[in-house]
């Protein structure tokens, strides 16, 4: 049987090490800015002689878990609150915490693209998927985070990756990546429940795109195409008049329309996954396409180690 590992680094004003937790919770998710991770420690938790708890908020956090002492990096960050009650809980965010410190600095364009608003705030390790022009733009934000934030609500996202044991920002609209896929999960194999996809036909979808451009006036030009009594999906793009928005739009729908599978899976915590991940998928030995991981949570502890990936759109049969 294969044994539970984990790691877990924590600095401030000194440098701790655990290698126990009851539980520890990692939630990786496109559709936010933040990832973040809860630790549960034991309810007896000695800190070298110290009295009180010593982790203070801000402290630096790396996590590691693992089987047999085949640890992976699920989490690094910092901390944002520990609890006063026992057993002891510490949560913490991923890069996202500084941004939300940093205060955003007030300028005004006539014209930028994103990769020069992002740059002008002091972002330097940034992916910018798909460049977007803003048109006339004003930063009147009080962070930087608060700036990404109102970013996308017009449709750019943006969140922290792991890149080579370093935190990079990704910023945009599409986040596509290929079309192969790091790992095949499958029934009987790897995939320990499946109760909770469900596969859709194109057909038998009803969906209603509206789509949004915000023009360098700050002006806005609106369209909607699909089904008119279809579930309404609203998108968001820039510098895009009405025949070209159109356009896109009909593209967005083909490819939400598509056949495949929707939902979550369960599976074992080796190997981790990451959002924007293209996985495949195989049920009873039928293969059900590769797909673009949306969300994972990642749950550590009594119960045992798994993985709850959430699917994506499909990117290839």
């Not at 998927?129 to 970013?151: F, I, K, N």
């Not at 793009?237 to 599978?261: F, H, I």
Request: proline share 2%; with cysteine; net charge neutral.
């Amino acid at each position: 049987m294969l044994r539970l590992s984990l790691h877990i680094e924590i600095s401030g004003s000194r440098r701790w090490e655990l290698d126990f937790a009851s539980q520890v919770e990692v939630v990786r998710d496109m559709e936010c800015l933040t990832d973040t991770c809860t630790i549960t420690l034991p309810k007896r938790v000695k800190w070298d002689g110290e009295s009180e708890t010593p982790v203070r908020r801000g402290d630096g956090v790396k996590v590691w878990l693992g089987y047999d002492d085949e640890l992976e990096l699920a989490f690094a960050g910092y901390v944002r609150d520990v609890g006063y009650k026992t057993p002891i809980v510490i949560t913490c965010e991923d890069e996202m915490y500084r941004l939300k410190l940093t205060p955003a600095k007030p300028v005004a364009y006539r014209s930028v693209d994103l990769s020069t608003l992002l740059a002008d705030q002091g972002l330097t390790e940034v992916r910018v998927m798909g460049e977007q022009m803003l048109g006339a733009y004003r930063v009147t934000d009080a962070t930087v985070a608060s700036l990404l934030g109102r970013l996308s609500e017009n449709g750019i996202r943006s969140f922290y990756m792991m890149e080579d044991g370093r935190s990079v920002l990704y910023s945009g609209v599409l986040f596509e990546r290929g079309t192969q896929p790091v790992q095949v999960f499958r029934t009987g194999q790897n995939i320990i429940s499946d109760q909770n996809l469900t596969q859709q036909k194109a057909e038998a979808m009803r969906i209603k795109v509206k789509a949004v451009s915000l023009l360098p006036d700050n002006t806005k030009v609106k369209v909607e195409v699909g089904d008119g009594d279809g579930e309404l999906r609203t998108v968001h793009t820039y510098n895009k008049q009405e025949t070209e928005l159109r356009a896109w739009a009909e593209q967005e729908l083909k490819r939400m329309k598509v056949d495949g599978l929707t939902g979550s899976f369960t599976t074992f915590g080796y190997r981790l996954v990451d959002k924007l991940d293209n996985i495949g998928i195989i049920i009873d030995g039928v293969k059900m396409g590769v797909y673009q991981v949306k969300k994972n949570v990642i749950k550590f502890g009594v119960s045992g180690y798994r993985q709850e990936i959430t699917l994506g759109y499909r990117v290839r049969s």
